[in-house]
């Protein structure tokens, strides 16, 4: 059936694209007028300094439902199979900036896409945003002065293997000074995911290999709202609250092979599993201009809360006998953050600009894990502990000297941080650091269409608290997922440059990163169980070459993406190989058509990744779409995603002497239908949030 539509799909929008080129060739005979509007549209992407702006308010993608899947869809952006996370492209994950204001996966869907003007991907951020992450996500929402409401409510029905369906309403009303926001999401989504590992242990004589397939049923809650008051021009003060409620049942099976020495078994474990994720945040702005030292002020306090609660009933069936109970689990994990900030910002005469401001952060996160074991009929408890305070302290000069862009800017960060067992009388963790991360970037222009930039950055990535804490996955009886509490923070150091000539631009960047952190095998001889967990590698080092080519020709537009990028990943307990270039490709191709259709193709992958630790196969992903707007309230679009599906990764290395080849499928093949209706009108809006919380991106 899909091929089938895809085949329709393609010869209809084939015959609209003929039809267009013939009309757009008529009109221009006949009435001049329609030529030169054609031609005054607006790029949906540009391109300054390696850094890749989208224009979604006068775009296709203002039709897309929600921001998550408006961001898969840009140049050198991964989303992650359960759509909890981003990277980018020789980039990793980056921070997320609404209005320039720290957000994360929640405030990010939370937010109307009806809302949003503008996205732009930053490469080579600047010392106002915050020392963690290589690139920033950042939002532009629209802006407006008049009183008027505007509601919008988007229905969405996916079909993957199984059935999908989001819907969602958010509504703004803005009465003189006062103006309020509300959303409500609802989101019921039928996950399929498959993955399969093969690995060996000499030094135990032990083959193994499973086969896991999850089928889940998420229902999840995302509501929002806030107020914002203007005080008068320079000034105002917001609050904002939102939160997001997912309730998740998923039944695990596994296939599992094992071979230790003379022992052979096939084992079928099932196991029955209930989760609970529960997010909540809430923060208080207020922003004045202080104006007998022509300063703008800003302060703010912000809370946020993550918990889980995750209950796994496991059987496991040897040898084709009959189901028997195994294990129990029952792990919690619990996450309060507490945050304030103040920030200032001057201008100085002849168009310097200085910012400087100060951050205190305080986290407490527990983890409880209670696992009843049938075999031994004894419980196993754990109960840890972790608090981290950081105070942060920045300062950044920025300007033009001639005719010389340049950005200075320092940041200096001490970092506390305590994990104990309740059970034990000293702390396992105890660390007291401090650091200091420098940029600087400068822009000497050759001519008006030319010019090159230097920056060079360093920047740090904490792990997220969950990362450390002490929940775990049962998988079978021989293999386990799980955190590692002993992870520390990736140092990365980058010079770069870049030439650009009109909107095209070449970049080269070298890059290394001091404890990286990748999975790693961990094997107890006691047990025989293996563990699959994060550690800090040794290090890491890159150069990569990025080329972004941007193009318009009549009713075509489109964006491309080449980056040649050779990485290197090091550690004395893996096994090298070798390390060779690959290259990343990504096209983005949008027709303009009559009467209101616009039809859009793009493609992404990546080419065989060897990066001496690792070694990826290469992939290819074809997404289309054709979007219809119905006069000035309803939107339609049909998209087909991943059509040829091939979103499967595979990924082989050896670790501990233990070797291992893994192949992960997952369901991005997807037929969609996305209706919204708009009512109520608002052209722009005034509404303001600033997240206080700078690491807020790791609670989850």
Sequence with gaps: ???????????????????????????????????????????????????????????????????????????????????ESISIVGRGNPLIYIDGQKATMNDLNTLSVADIKTIEIIKNPS????????????????????????????????????????????????KNKLEWKANFNYNCRN??????????????????????????????????????????????????????RRNDTFDIDTFTFNQNQTDVNDVFTFSENSSKKNFANAFLNYSKKVKFIDTKLFAGFQYSNFNQHLLSL????????????????????????????????????????LEYGALYLKANSTSDSDIFDFDKNENAFLNYGFKEENLAAYTQFSGKVKKVDFSLGLRVENTKAKGQFKRDLSPLIDKN???????????????????????????????????????????????????????????????????????KTIKLSYYQNRNPVYRSFIFDDQTNVLTFTEINFKKESGFNIDFTLPFTYKIWTTTNSLIFIKNKIEDDSALFNSSKPYLYYYSNNTFKLPKEFT????????????????????????????????????????????????????????????????????????????????FGKIKETEFKEKTVDENQNRIR
């Excluded at 992450?133 to 969405?156: C, H, N, Q, W, Y």
């Excluded at 496991?314 to 619990?334: A, D, G, H, I």
């Design 433 to 503: 650091y401090t650091n200091v991360f420098p940029k600087a970037t400068f822009t000497f222009p050759i001519d008006s269409t030319k010019s090159i930039n230097v920056n060079y950055a360093k920047s740090i990535i904490r792990p997220n608290y969950s990362s450390l804490s002490q929940i775990a996955t049962y998988i079978n009886p021989y293999f386990i997922y799980g955190n590692n509490i002993n992870l520390n923070p990736t140092f990365n150091d980058e010079i770069s440059t870049l030439f650009q000539y009109h909107d």
């Design 191 to 244: 996950p399929w995911e498959n993955h399969s590992i093969a690995y060996e242990i000499p030094q135990a004589s032990i083959v193994s290999n499973y086969d896991v397939t999850a089928n889940s049923h998420i229902h999840q809650y995302i509501f929002g709202g806030g107020l914002f008051y203007k005080i008068n021009e320079e000034d105002y003060f917001s609050v904002n609250a939102n939160g997001n």
């Design 1 to 83: 059936m899909p091929v089938k539509l895809f085949l329709f799909l393609l010869f209809f929008l084939i015959s609209f694209i003929a039809n267009a080129q013939n009309e757009t060739s008529k009109d221009s005979i006949s009435n001049n007028l329609n030529e030169v509007v054609i031609t005054q549209n607006k790029k949906a992407f540009s391109n300054s300094n390696g850094n890749i702006k989208i224009d979604v308010a006068n775009s296709v993608y203002n039709t897309i439902p929600n921001p998550v899947d408006l961001l898969s869809k840009l140049p050198s952006v991964q989303i992650s199979s359960d759509r």
């Design 314 to 353: 496991v059987q496991n069936n040897y040898n084709e006998t009959q189901l028997e109970l195994s294990q129990n689990r029952n792990q919690k994990f619990n996450v309060d953050v507490f945050s304030g900030r103040i920030d200032l910002e001057k201008k100085l005469k002849n168009e310097m600009n």
């Design 599 to 678: 039809f859009a193709f793009s493609f992404w992958g990546m080419t065989k990744q060897k990066e001496g630790v690792f070694e990826r196969r290469a992939n290819f992903v074809f997404d289309m779409s054709l979007a219809k707007t119905f006069g000035k309230n309803w939107s339609c679009i049909l998209s087909y995603n991943d059509i040829f599906r091939n979103t499967i990764y595979a990924e082989n290395f050896t670790i501990n002497n233990i070797s291992s080849k893994s192949r992960y499928l997952v369901d991005a093949n997807e037929i969609s239908i996305s209706v919204k209706y708009t």
């Design 127 to 174: 010392s106002k945003y915050e020392a963690e992450g290589r690139a920033v996500i950042l939002i532009t929402r629209k802006l407006s002065k008049k009183d008027s409401f505007r509601t919008e409510i988007t229905e969405v029905a996916s079909f993957k293997k199984n059935y999908n369906n989001y819907l969602g309403f958010n509504s703004s009303f803005k």
